[in-house]
């Protein structure tokens, strides 16, 4: 009857082959966090009882070939960090092995090695952990020129898998690119207007997104004003604007600005008291334009603000 067992094992295994197969499958963590990597094993003869003697993981070369110890089912673990749980099902079982809060040399390949109590041992596989990682900082910034707004995202950015980065216009993207992105506005329109964002990201996870708004210009002034016959007055609007670069036009009826500054307007107030100065400024940049409308009375009696910006301006 033994002899007849045996003979029925041998003859399965010629037919078969060696019945127990080891898959490591390859796995992604990012970094700091725990790392499981699964090794899943097929058993031939679930009818012989339990086999699985030993299970042990190893770090490897690309090609498989074993190196440390790591940690095994008879409590060896090498500083600590790693955890092997087994479960096992009659025709097949899985060792995990568990990596805790993963560092960028944890990143390589690992092998889980089964040792069958009736064969020896049955089997070995190797697979990969990927650490993903994402660091550093991204910057945007735009220049213009007569025609075009160029939006640049640069940097300096290292991760795993490499990282892209994204452009956004009040949250749609536009564009999608390796660092550095240009994005370059042609024939610009006041539509252009509105938030630009970059977004560098991989697998990982997302990092560094700086704001950039383009807008027309905004004009903050005196909008009337009083002055003293005869007297130097200058108009000095706050301009924000982005793209900076901003024309100015002034126009008046009356009076003309003797400065050299665009973006200023100097005049000499009449000799008349009673008499008012109509002073316009149109201020304009590729995203649009803004008009302010200043009105100046020539007065006896001005106001403290006046005499100073009038002691200032002498």
């Known amino acids: 009857m033994y002899v007849t067992f045996l003979l029925i094992v041998l003859s399965y295994l010629v037919i078969n082959g060696y019945p127990l197969i080891v898959t490591v499958q390859d796995s992604n963590v990012t970094l700091g966090e725990d790392a499981i990597i699964n090794c899943v094993y097929?058993?031939?003869?679930?009818?012989?009882g339990p086999s699985i003697?030993?299970?042990q993981w190893y770090n490897s070369t690309s090609t498989g070939d074993m190196l440390n110890i790591l940690v095994d089912n008879m409590d060896f673990n090498q500083n600590g960090r790693y955890k092997v749980n087994s479960t096992i099902q009659p025709d097949r079982g899985m060792?995990?092995?568990?990596?805790a809060k993963t560092v960028l040399s944890d990143d390589g390949y690992y092998v889980c090695r089964i040792n069958d109590y009736y064969f020896g041992e049955a089997g070995s596989h190797f697979g990969k952990l990927n650490v993903h990682y994402l660091t550093g900082t991204v910057t945007i910034s735009s220049n213009s020129n007569d025609t075009a707004i160029v939006v640049t995202c640069s940097g300096s950015v290292d991760g795993n898998p490499v990282p892209n980065i994204k452009l956004y216009k009040d949250g749609i993207i536009q564009e999608q690119s390796a660092l550095p992105l240009t994005y370059i506005i042609s024939s610009v329109t006041e539509n252009d207007k509105g938030i630009y964002m970059c977004e560098v990201y991989n697998t990982a996870f997302l990092t560094n997104s700086y704001i950039l708004e383009l807008h027309k210009p905004t004009i903050e002034t005196v909008e009337n004003?009083?002055?003293e016959p005869s007297v130097a007055y200058v108009i000095a609007p706050d301009i924000q604007a982005n793209p900076q670069e901003v024309t100015y036009v002034w126009s008046s009826d009356d009076v003309s600005d003797v400065d050299t500054n665009p973006a200023t307007f100097t005049f000499t107030s009449s000799i008349v008291v009673g008499t008012v100065h109509n002073i316009s400024l149109k201020a304009t940049n590729l995203i649009?334009?803004?008009s302010k409308k200043v009105r100046i009375t020539v007065s006896e009696?001005?106001?403290?603000e006046t005499r100073y910006r009038?002691?200032?301006?002498r």
Do not use: H, M, Q
Not at 310 to 313: A, G, S, V
């Open 42 to 48: 097929r058993l031939g003869w679930p009818w012989l």
């Open 53 to 55: 003697i030993g299970i």
């Open 95 to 99: 060792a995990t092995l568990t990596i």
């Open 225 to 227: 004003d009083s002055v």
């Open 288 to 290: 649009g334009s803004t």
């Open 301 to 304: 009696e001005v106001s403290r």
């Open 310 to 313: 009038k002691k200032k301006t």
